[in-house]
Structure formats: C-alpha cells, structure tokens
C-alpha cells in the first residue's frame, strides 16, 4: 500500500517585516470613528483620496484624507 505523500509547502522566511499602518484620526478631537461620505478610489496613482467626516457628536468636523 503506497503511501500519501505530505503536501509540500514553498518555504516560510523565518520573520517577516512588520510594516505598521496607523487609522486616520481627526485633526480636531483625535477620533478615530470617520464616516467617509465620498471618496476616489484610486487617483491613477494608486493612492486614494476620501472625503470624511467625524462621527464624534461633539466634533462632526469634515476633511479630507489622502491614503498613499
Ligand atoms: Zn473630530
């Protein structure tokens, strides 16, 4: 009787990169709760800009965030 060979996996590096993204916040209070309410996915050079606004009821500022 032949015996299933075990599947074979490519090799893992060791440690991988950590490469940190950190959540948009509003520039007034510091929230991180934003509701975009219009946004360009991608510009044409991959970035994307959104148009956002705070859902802390006591803030509510709007602004724009550009992801790079
Ligand atoms: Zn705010």
Request: with cysteine.
């Amino acid at each position: 009787m032949r015996r299933h060979e075990p599947t074979r996996h490519p090799p893992v590096p060791r440690r991988l990169d950590t490469v940190t993204v950190q959540r948009p916040r509003c520039p007034f209070c510091g929230g991180v709760r934003l509701v975009k309410y219009r946004s360009i996915a991608d510009q044409g050079d991959g970035s994307a800009l959104a148009w956002v606004r705070c859902a802390n009821a006591e803030c509510g500022r709007r602004f724009r965030l550009l992801a790079e």
